[in-house]
């Protein structure tokens, strides 16, 4: 097998000593039944709580201890492309420490992520039990979003300023399956700067206002207050969410494939 950056990875046995480094896998691995294994988890990783609050913290995605880390002596290290430092990754596989490094961009990827980590874990069974809910439920989401008109949203990730995704995420993706399509989704960026008098001239119909990365809060709604004429502010569809469904891989994808829809009207209820 091949993790994202083309490296080939193949364990003898099943991982007994796992660090995480992102914190959808940290919840994807607990749900394969590794949460014995974990020794290592982020200052970020905060599900499952019951779990992650035994565990061992090494600091940040960007900023992990990597000396910690080195001395839990795992058998197993777990990163992404993006919210990792490629650095970092070089550093531990240069102290012969395996590390798996993961990035699905889209649903049907992050998916398939739960199958490889399965395999790369002997947890294949669990991984495809999982599966077994998550495929179907995707498909039926997808094919029901298809006979509709996408509904423009604006999402944001970041206040002061003002950030948001393009197609070229899996957020976007997210959204796609679910019936609705940023509002920048054609911006060269995938992280675009945007202001305000800009996100009213796309004339979203839904803004949603995570609280992850950026923790809005109710008090946010206001900024959007002088745009009166954007349908979104009309209709009063600002809607303050868990950003959890919207951007972590794994099992936490039913969720969002049950919840996302009726959010924006993209399936009758």
């Known amino acids: 097998m091949k993790d994202a950056t ?16 992102i914190p959808s896998i940290t919840e994807t691995l607990c749900h394969l039944g590794l949460a014995d294994a974990l020794v290592g988890v982020t200052a970020y990783c905060v ?4 779990v992650v609050r035994e565990k061992t913290r090494i600091g940040g995605e960007k900023d992990p201890d990597l000396t910690a880390i080195r001395a839990l002596q ?8 993006e919210e990792n430092v490629r650095e970092h990754v070089e550093t531990l596989r240069g102290w012969d420490i395996p ?18 980590l399965g395999e790369l874990t002997h947890t294949a069974a669990r991984a495809q039990a999982i599966l077994a809910d ?3 439920l995707f498909a039926r989401v997808r094919a029901a979003t298809a006979r509709r008109r996408p509904v423009p949203v604006f999402y944001a ?4 300023p003002w950030m948001t995704i393009s197609a070229d995420t899996y957020i976007h993706d997210l959204l796609a399956v679910c019936g609705a399509v940023s509002v920048f989704g054609d911006h060269p960026s995938r992280y675009p700067t945007v202001t305000l008098d800009e996100v009213a001239a796309r004339r979203p119909e839904v803004i949603v206002l995570p609280d992850e990365p950026f923790r809005f809060r109710r008090s946010h709604v206001a900024d959007f207050a002088p745009y ?4 979104a502010v009309r209709a009063g569809r600002i809607h ?13 994808v039913g969720e969002a494939l049950l919840t996302l829809p009726a959010l924006f009207g993209a399936i009758d209820d």
């Open 6 to 21: 083309g490296c080939g990875l193949a364990l003898s046995r099943p991982p007994r000593r796992i660090v995480s480094l």
């Open 240 to 252: 303050l969410v868990d950003g959890k469904p919207f951007s972590w891989h794994g099992p936490r």
């Open 134 to 136: 998550l495929e179907p």
């Open 99 to 116: 590390v798996w490094v993961t990035y699905p961009r889209t649903v049907a990827q992050g998916l398939a992520m739960i199958r490889e």
């Open 74 to 81: 795992p058998d197993l290290v777990i990163a992404n492309v």
């Open 228 to 231: 009166v004429d954007v349908p």
């Open 157 to 160: 990730i970041w206040r002061t």
């Open 47 to 50: 599900e499952p709580r019951a």
